[in-house]
Structure formats: structure tokens, C-alpha cells
């Protein structure tokens, strides 16, 4: 038990150290707002998976990541999220990612992952998008190394817009 904690505050620290889900900008929402609004006006631009990374990367970076008290386990939706000022855990930044790459109409599948993680012993939320070249996982709350535990991870179940898989 104490080994855990001590992994988590570890990297919890290099988290803190690199940014990534922990620090949110001032005014997040409002910047938010302006910025989708921005990318709805680009529409006719090309899709490719780098115009994915930077809307996802700026998804995360406007969120904050807070753990839920002991017990509760809520799942926010995209506008619940907003109305929260982008704050929430991994399952919540996950559908602020999910419903913001819906509203920009992104035309590559995107699925849901809940995980069994072996780093906390618990279950943890991705994103998936498949492009030409295959499914590209993205940590809704990123950390140093985590591809190793998303690798080692067993898919408990996913879903995109309409269905759920697994
Ligand atoms: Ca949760
Ligand atoms: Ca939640």
C-alpha cells in the first residue's frame, strides 16, 4: 500500500513537473469556446492525425484533472463538463475530448477505452482514433511513460458514438 502511494505521489510530482491534465489555464472555458469556434470556422481544412493531436492535446490541456472523492464515481457528459469548467477525471476529459472532435465533425472513428491499469490498480479512460495506418491511443490525463501501462492494460470495454464493443 504504501509502495502505491508512494508511486502515485512520485508521479503526480513529474506530472506537476510537465504540465498534463494538472495545470489549467485561466479562463479555460471561455478560451475554449473561442478556440472551437476558431476550428468550426476551418472546417474545410484537411483532416490527419496531426490536426487530431493538437485538438486533443489542447482538450487536455484546457482540462483539470481533480480525482473524485472516495465512492463516487460520476461520469460528467460534454456539456456538464463545460458547464464544470472543464474539471474532472480521466472518464470526464475523455467525453470533452470525444464530444469536441463529434461538434468539429472529425471524420475518423472514435472510440471510448475504459481500462484495467495496472499502475493504480484501477480502471483508467483513454481515447482511441483510427486513421489510415490503425487505432492511435490518447491518455485523457497524460503521464511520463504511460504508454508502458496503456500497453500492458486489458481492454474492459469500449464505445464510440453509437456503439459499444467487447
Ligand atoms: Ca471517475
Ligand atoms: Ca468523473
Redesign the pocket.
Known amino acids: 500500500m504504501m509502495v502505491i502511494m508512494n508511486k502515485k505521489l512520485l508521479i503526480c510530482g513529474i506530472a506537476l513537473l510537465t504540465g498534463c491534465a494538472f495545470y489549467q489555464p485561466n479562463n479555460a472555458k471561455f478560451k475554449y469556446n473561442k478556440q472551437i469556434k476558431e476550428w468550426q470556422y476551418r472546417q474545410q481544412q484537411e483532416w490527419n492525425e496531426k490536426r487530431v493531436d493538437t485538438i486533443i492535446s489542447y482538450c487536455i490541456k484546457m482540462s483539470r484533472y481533480r480525482l ?1 472523492p472516495k465512492g463516487v ?4 457528459t460534454y456539456y456538464e463538463f463545460l458547464d464544470n469548467n472543464l474539471i ?2 480521466c ?2 476529459i475523455g467525453a470533452f475530448i470525444k464530444g469536441t472532435l463529434y461538434i468539429l465533425k472529425c471524420p475518423f472513428p472514435v472510440r471510448m477505452k475504459a481500462l484495467d491499469y495496472p499502475i493504480y490498480s484501477e480502471d483508467h479512460m483513454i481515447i482511441s482514433v483510427k486513421f489510415p495506418h490503425g487505432w492511435k491511443d490518447y491518455n485523457t490525463v497524460p503521464m511520463p511513460l504511460d504508454f508502458i501501462d496503456i500497453s500492458l492494460s486489458d481492454v474492459i470495454v469500449e464505445w464510440d458514438y453509437t456503439n459499444i464493443y467487447n
Open positions: 473524485e464515481d460520476h461520469w460528467q474532472g477525471d472518464e470526464d
